[in-house]
């Protein structure tokens, strides 16, 4: 009867839970890298080259443009509500 927790089983085990640690930091890394939301962002150079393209677009230079930001507009409130 074989055994399923081979040698093998258990390396293929750690690769896979290892890259998806990474790419779990990965996300977590670009989320706070980046000023604003941005929709499909795919790897780290492109977040640091959104970041500095909406860091010069806002005229911010530090890393206080977080609190800077511009705040989303309150939701308008329809007649029927």
């Known amino acids: 009867m074989p055994a399923f927790a081979t040698a093998q089983t258990i390396a293929a085990l750690w ?24 929709q499909d962002v795919l790897s780290l150079p492109k977040a640091l080259a959104l970041r500095r393209l909406d860091l010069a677009q806002s005229g911010a230079t530090d ?19």
């Open 15 to 38: 690769i896979a839970l290892t890259l998806g640690y990474l790419n779990a930091v990965d996300e977590i890394v670009m989320t706070a890298l980046l000023p604003r939301w941005h």
């Open 63 to 81: 890393s206080g443009a977080r609190a800077r930001r511009r705040r989303l507009p309150a939701p308008e409130r329809g007649a029927g509500s």
